[in-house]
Each structure stands twice: as C-alpha cells, then as structure tokens.
C-alpha cells in the first residue's frame, strides 16, 4: 500500500500548494516547511562551539544551502551556521528528518529531494511536476510580490542548484523519470493535477492489492 506520497517538482510549478491540497484530500499528514524548520533546528550549532571552529569557505554548502532554504518563502526560518556546517554532515541531517518523517504515515512530503533519498522504500508514491518558464515565473512572482528581479532569479537558479545537487549526492540526472510514479505538466490546473494524482495513485494501490 502506497501510503507515503512524495512530490518533487521544478522551482515556481505549484509544489507547495499542490502537496497541500492533497494532503487535505488525503486527509494525511503534510510535510513541507515543517522539514526545512526541522533540518534548520538540527543544524543550528551553540554559539561556544561556533567560536572554537575556523570559519571555511564552502561554495557547494552555499549551493546546498539553496536547495533547502530558498525553497520555502518563510522568510523566518534560521539558516545555519555555516562557518562549522559541511555538506555531507547537511545531507546527512535532511536525510534523517526526512526517515523520521516517513514513520508518521500516511504522509505527502514536499521537495527535499525525497524520491532519491527514500528511493528504496516500496510503500511511496512519487510524483513530478513541471510546467512552462513563464507559468513558473508568473506564480513565483506572486509570491515574491511581484519583484520582478527577484522572481526571474529564482526560477533561473533554483533547477539548476537541484541539478547538481542530485547529480552530486546521487549519481542521477534530475529528474530522473525511473524515480517517479508520475509527471503532471501543472498548467492544467492545480485542482486537475490534485485528481490526476490521486486518480493514478488509487489505481497503482488497487493493482498492486491484486483481486478482492
């Protein structure tokens, strides 16, 4: 039974509303920005021990960084101490809030690079969304309060920071269709993807049940 339901999708597609919406269809438990306060919590460092560690520039860390955080428009979120954070150490705590994550099934979880990281388990379901550059860029503008720069920035970025991301960690091209259940283009409407979803999941946990 299909029980965790996994979105991933590229930057500006509907994720985050999408994801809520199923999981109030669902009636599940939704993660989103609850992972990234979680992950941020676990990183953070006292400032004693901050003193004690030389400061270290770490270009892949900022790109990492970008990955988790810009991702969510919480502007309130602290961001780590990143003089004594490294990237693995990172992976590693995105990878343990995302397991701890899984054990409050059924649950629909947001990005943070869920299908690769929890690729092994069989009760997931995956689902990719996408959509035009210029839908991406009229929602995302939306939601940065129509500044322009900002909106273009982020859409012309954040892909590419998830690219390298999942290339680096995982060895795979993003998105790699063997990982997902599902691709949904957006542009038919948020409601229409939220059916289409639920449709094909339904359908792939009445198979795998097999007869009555």
């Not at 649950?107 to 990719?128: E, H, N, Q, S, W």
């Amino acid at each position: 039974m299909r029980q965790i339901l996994l979105i991933d999708r590229e930057f500006g597609a509907g994720g985050s509303t999408i994801g809520a919406k199923l999981a109030e269809r669902l009636n599940w438990k939704l993660f989103d920005d609850a992972l990234t306060q979680e992950i941020a919590r676990l990183a953070r460092i006292p400032v004693e021990v901050c003193r004690r560690h030389e400061e270290r520039a770490d270009p892949w860390l900022k790109k990492l960084v970008n990955v988790v955080w810009r991702g969510t428009f919480d502007r309130s979120l602290p961001s780590p101490d990143l003089a004594i954070l490294d990237t693995d150490r990172l992976v590693r705590l995105i990878n343990q809030v995302l397991v701890d994550a899984v054990e409050d099934k059924p649950c629909v979880i947001v990005g943070r690079g869920a299908p690769y990281f929890l690729r092994d388990r069989p009760d997931t379901f995956a689902v990719f969304l996408y959509a035009s550059r210029e839908m991406r860029f009229r929602r995302v503008l939306k939601r940065v309060s129509g500044d322009q720069h900002q909106a273009i920035e982020l859409v012309d970025t954040m892909d590419e920071d998830r690219k390298k991301f999942v290339k680096h960690y995982f060895g795979h091209e993003w998105p790699n269709r063997q990982f997902f259940d599902l691709m949904v283009n957006t542009e038919i409407g948020d409601d229409t993807a939220v059916e289409c979803i639920l449709q094909m999941m339904a359908a792939v946990n009445r198979t795998e049940a097999g007869p009555a």
